[in-house]
């Protein structure tokens, strides 16, 4: 994700206009222009544009003489600032040089092309999570100022899950925490009978496989709630007076376990785990924990160590490998889940009816 911020970052400060919404002024500019049918004044373009900024982004007021002025300057500019747009202003007209001109027509270099096509296809993965709503509009963007030659299947795939829960509450979750603004939730989890209704002060959202969850100060509770956004039924801004995050400090809170469920007060447990040759290598290179140290090896098997919190999270995961994972120590933790095992093995020795 770092990567991408950063391509996006740079690509509008090389190729795309400060302000968010010019890109799509000189759009409208250049679709008057190329209409050679009619006769465009400066009066004209105004309209027009604050029409279309009206439609497009609810803009009321339009833009003033002095910024459709900025705008045809800067479309005359050279790139990469701007589109060395033949704009000639004569006898109370305004119109192209070139009729057949077009800010679409780019003076990009292949290999320019060829990059931002990669890019597109990078960003494109992000295009159903809200958080990103203003990311969503950047290959629209990028495909305004570059004339794509081709379409091309996508080289990386990032994983995503568009059936997934609870996403539409990221931008208010995010909104408020960015400007410290309590929340009243309307929350019922999978065990509960009925919905609650919270005050919560939210200090971080997290993802963990494809699911979100907001952290924060329940006043109900005193203490450290999280929310999965899936079970949140509704959450508006509260009047609360805002507390402060003096709880957890999000860049260590999860270090101690995997996943997101954080048990307060409980400490950190060696686990010593056997993996068979069959996912020994895949545990190794990805390893289960950021604690994770091998202290056995040979063909027949590897010992590995992992020092966290066990939680539901962790029992998931060491399941997932089946008969090719054993947890060895400590006593009562391989006593856990011995019993799981026995009570899945009931499942399946049974002949069914």
């Known amino acids: 994700m770092q990567s991408i911020c950063i391509f996006i970052k740079n690509f509008e400060r090389n190729y795309m206009p400060l302000n968010k919404n010019a890109s799509f002024r000189y759009r409208v500019i250049n679709e008057c222009l190329r209409n050679t049918a009619r006769r465009w004044t400066f009066t004209d373009l105004l309209e027009r544009v604050s029409e279309k900024l ?21 479309m005359r500019k050279l790139p990469p600032t701007g589109y060395n747009a033949p704009i000639i202003r ?57 004339n794509l030659q081709k379409q091309r299947k996508a080289l990386i795939q990032f994983e995503t899950n568009p059936m997934v829960k609870g996403t539409e509450w990221i931008p208010l979750l995010s909104e408020c925490i960015g400007n410290s603004r309590p929340l009243r939730l ?13 005050i919560l002060h939210p200090y971080l959202l997290k993802e963990y496989r494809n699911r979100w969850f907001v952290f924060g100060y329940n006043e109900t509770y005193c203490g450290i709630s999280s929310y999965a956004l899936d079970r949140i ?6 009047d609360a007076a805002w507390i402060e995050n003096s709880f957890i400090d999000p860049d260590n809170y999860f270090d ?55 939680n539901y999270e962790f029992e998931s995961l060491i399941l997932s490998f089946g008969e090719q994972v054993e947890i060895l120590a400590p006593l009562e933790i391989r006593n856990m889940f011995n019993k799981r095992i026995k009570g899945m093995l009931e499942l399946y020795i049974n002949e069914q009816v």
């Open 233 to 238: 039924v509704n959450a508006e801004k509260s």
């Open 256 to 310: 101690d376990v995997i996943g997101v469920s954080v048990v307060a007060g409980m400490a950190p447990e060696r686990i010593e785990i056997k993996l068979l040759p069959a996912v020994a290598p895949y545990i190794i290179t990805k390893p289960l924990h950021n604690s994770q140290k091998v202290i056995h090896e040979s063909p027949e098997f590897t010992i590995i160590e992992i020092t966290i919190v066990p």
């Open 90 to 146: 004569r006898n109370g007209y305004i119109y192209y040089e070139d009729p057949g001109f077009s800010i679409d027509h780019n003076p990009l270099s292949q290999s320019d092309v060829e990059a931002l096509d990669e890019a597109l296809n990078i960003l494109k993965q992000f295009k159903d999570l809200p958080h990103f709503e203003e990311l969503k509009r950047i290959p629209y963007k990028i495909q305004g100022s570059v």
């Open 186 to 198: 309307t929350y019922k989890s999978f065990k509960a009978k009925a919905e609650k209704s919270e």
């Open 54 to 74: 009206s439609e497009e982004f609810d803009i009321v007021k339009g833009i003033s003489p002095r910024q459709l002025a900025e705008d045809i300057h800067i």
